[in-house]
């Protein structure tokens, strides 16, 4: 049974750097099974899709993000991470890691994706 967790650093202040990590247990990060991507949520706005990474290491962004954003893979670690720079309050939300056994450019449908991590939620605020 393949399992997700969000962790990352909770507060962050505008124009820090975020680091969030997924850990995921019960299959390799490196299976062509899975695409491995990453999701937010502001609060009070739906589901934003923010990239996507392969068991390869291929990785794509949201066009929103693509400057600020990188997705990597730790094989050692058996993790995906996310990094988000010059981050500012908009960037306040939960975010989540979510598994797909299909590439999904931008899709925000929940059923699209399986499993879910819990969320890990990040304010930015000074």
């Known amino acids: 049974q393949v399992q997700l967790q969000e962790s990352g650093p909770g507060l962050v202040t505008p124009s820090q750097t975020l680091l969030l990590t997924c850990t995921v247990s019960g299959a390799s990060i490196r299976t062509e099974t899975y695409f491995w991507n990453w999701l937010r949520q502001p609060p009070g706005k739906g589901l934003e899709w923010m990239g996507v990474i392969s068991g390869s290491g291929s990785a794509w962004y949201s066009p929103a993000l693509k400057n600020r954003l990188s997705i990597a893979t730790d094989t050692s670690k058996n993790q995906v991470t996310l990094q988000l720079v010059s981050v500012t309050p908009e960037d306040t939300a939960v975010y989540y890691c979510?598994?797909?056994?299909?590439?999904?450019?931008?899709?925000?449908?929940?059923?699209?994706?399986?499993?879910w991590g819990q969320g890990t939620q990040v304010p930015v605020s000074s």
């Open positions: 979510a598994a797909a056994k299909t590439f999904l450019m931008s899709s925000t449908t929940q059923a699209a994706y399986a499993p």
